[in-house]
């Protein structure tokens, strides 16, 4: 769904395709691609939602705007818990390894050279598959490359070099700056 103001949501609460209450909407960050559809947001789970579908974690859940049917006095999804449960403790192909994608959410992202680029919030999948990630950058970065500061980068699972505490990437600052102009240039 083409969400046109996607902070009046925030505080909402969501329910998923069953008419269950999963949470609320507590933070929403603005794609990279206007096309797909424009924003991700991140759930609170309630404490039921968070203990039966998502190994009672805190962490937000992520989604992005396909999978909302409609906003009303509720975010109505067009998911269920139990399908976006699938997709949260699926494995995520992360350079030539995988990793819980749960564990991924909030960790810091890093290029090779140890500098910082954000911090990883989400993804994007398609009939089960994870297409990019999605890396909120660090606030000095979206200065200085004169980005948005509510804007997630996208991150295919390829430039994944290695995750423990981090998520380190195998492309340099320079090199991802110049891939993102490249391919998403138009958007920020």
């Given at each position: 769904m083409m969400i046109k103001n996607s902070h009046e949501i925030i505080g909402k609460q969501v329910v998923d395709a069953d008419g269950?209450?999963?949470?609320?909407?507590?933070?929403?960050?603005?794609?990279?691609?206007?096309?797909?559809?424009?924003?991700?947001f991140g759930i609170k789970p309630n404490e039921a939602t968070r203990d039966t579908w998502f190994r009672g974690t805190h962490k937000l859940?992520?989604?992005?705007?396909?999978?909302?049917?409609?906003?009303?006095?509720?975010?109505?999804?067009?998911?269920?818990?139990?399908?976006?449960s699938r997709y949260w403790s699926k494995a995520a192909p992360c350079g030539s390894m995988?990793?819980?994608?749960d564990d991924l959410m909030e960790k810091p992202v890093y290029d090779k050279n140890y500098s910082r680029v954000g911090t990883f919030y989400g993804w994007v999948e398609t009939n089960g598959d994870y297409k990019y990630y999605g890396c909120f950058l660090?606030?000095?970065?979206?200065?200085?490359?004169?980005?948005p500061h509510?804007?997630?980068?996208?991150?295919?699972?390829?430039?994944?070099?290695?995750?423990?505490?981090?998520?380190?990437?195998?492309?340099?600052?320079?090199?991802?700056r110049e891939y993102w102009y490249k391919n998403y240039g138009k958007h920020y």
């Open positions: 269950t209450t999963i949470g609320t909407i507590d933070k929403c960050w603005k794609s990279w691609n206007e096309e797909y559809p424009g924003w991700f859940v992520p989604i992005y705007s396909d999978y909302i049917k409609e906003v009303t006095d509720y975010v109505v999804l067009n998911k269920t818990a139990s399908d976006l995988y990793w819980p994608a660090d606030p000095y970065l979206a200065d200085t490359w004169n980005i509510d804007t997630i980068m996208p991150l295919p699972p390829t430039m994944i070099h290695h995750v423990f505490d981090t998520v380190t990437l195998d492309k340099t600052l320079d090199e991802l």
